[in-house]
């Protein structure tokens, strides 16, 4: 029995995450599995990555490269993918969180 759900932020970052490279896309579903039976706090790094102010990041890596997919945690048990992308340099790029920050305080101005 699962306890945690996860959504996505829209359609459209979700149809972006079902583009993703095979085997990161692989990792990712295996990451999000772990996080909806146990939750992110039991699963910790390296998979998932608390980045402070309610925002957290998934982090897989396939043969392909690395992606990132951030989220926060909304009304109870439910994780909601804001954003994502695949990483093509070392370092996760500085607009994508911006843009899962923004959404994520958003998210927390609507309740």
């Not at 959504?7 to 085997?23: A, V």
């Not at 910790?44 to 608390?50: F, S, Y």
């Not at 992606?67 to 607009?95: N, W």
Request: with cysteine.
């Amino acid at each position: 029995m699962k306890g945690w759900v996860v959504e996505f932020y829209d359609k459209k970052i979700e149809r972006d995450f079902s583009r993703w490279p095979t085997g990161i896309k692989a990792k990712f579903l295996w990451i999000l599995d772990l996080v909806e039976e146990f939750g992110p706090e039991e699963i910790g790094m390296p998979h998932i990555k608390a980045l402070g102010q309610g925002l957290f990041e998934i982090r897989a890596k396939g043969l392909e490269g690395i992606g990132r997919a951030f989220f926060c945690i909304t009304k109870g048990k439910v994780i909601l993918i804001v954003s994502g992308c695949i990483k093509k340099t070392q370092k996760t790029p500085q607009d994508e969180i911006l843009l899962a920050r923004k959404r994520v305080l958003e998210i927390k101005n609507e309740k």
